[in-house]
């Protein structure tokens, strides 16, 4: 159906329901029903990639990728602060946006690809941000960074620095038990984390 700007019509919203923040790759919705507690606990950021759906204005359909100032563009109505939102909180106000423009005032948000950056720093090959796409645990993010400097690294001192809630929480991580090819407890990487490899203490 086409979009008749100033019909009247009811309101009605689809919301989704996404898989688990941590599934690989893509997140989906469900297409009716209250949104789960994991919809309501991500929050869309710099590097998301989007799908937005018109099912009663297809000619609306995009896929949007989130810019560096958190904004998409969306037709008709110009720029849009997505990061900071929730999906169902971004459908919402593009269904603001709209009101005057869509007969069928429905519209759907999902993330396809997420990307966020980590940095990693110190005896390494090649540090430097990294942007990550994909689950990945410190040893992995290290080795994107081109390995360890093992001239140089301790690799049982990595030092990981990360935000959570406007503090900074340091944690030591022995990584090289699993070098050793020993048992270890991986650690996810998180956005904005900075993984720190010291060098190892030398005497003169």
Do not use: C
């Not at 971004?90 to 940095?119: G, N, W």
């Amino acid at each position: 159906m086409a979009a008749v700007p100033g019909a009247p019509s009811p309101v009605r919203s689809r919301t989704p329901v996404f898989a688990p923040p941590n599934s690989p790759a893509s997140v989906t919705n469900a297409m009716a029903g209250p949104a789960s507690n994991t919809s309501q606990s991500i929050i869309l950021r710099e590097g998301d990639a989007l799908k937005i759906v018109f099912p009663g204005a297809v000619n609306l359909n995009t896929d949007q990728f989130i810019r560096r100032d958190g904004k998409i563009t969306l037709q008709l109505v110009g720029e849009i602060t997505a990061a900071g939102m929730t999906p169902t909180q971004l459908q919402e106000e593009i269904l603001k946006r709209y009101a005057d423009q869509l007969l069928t005032k429905e519209v759907s948000v999902s993330v396809y690809s997420s990307t966020f950056p980590v940095f990693v720093t110190g005896a390494v090959i090649h540090p430097g941000k990294i942007l990550v796409d994909r689950p990945l645990n410190e040893l992995e993010e290290v080795m994107e960074a081109g390995g360890f400097d093992y001239s140089k690294a301790d690799t049982k001192r990595i030092l990981v620095i990360r935000n959570e809630n406007g503090v900074l929480k340091n944690i030591r991580i022995n990584l090289k038990t699993a070098l050793d090819g020993k048992a270890s407890q991986p650690i996810s990487v998180k956005h904005s984390d900075i993984i720190y490899v010291p060098e190892k203490f030398q005497w003169f």
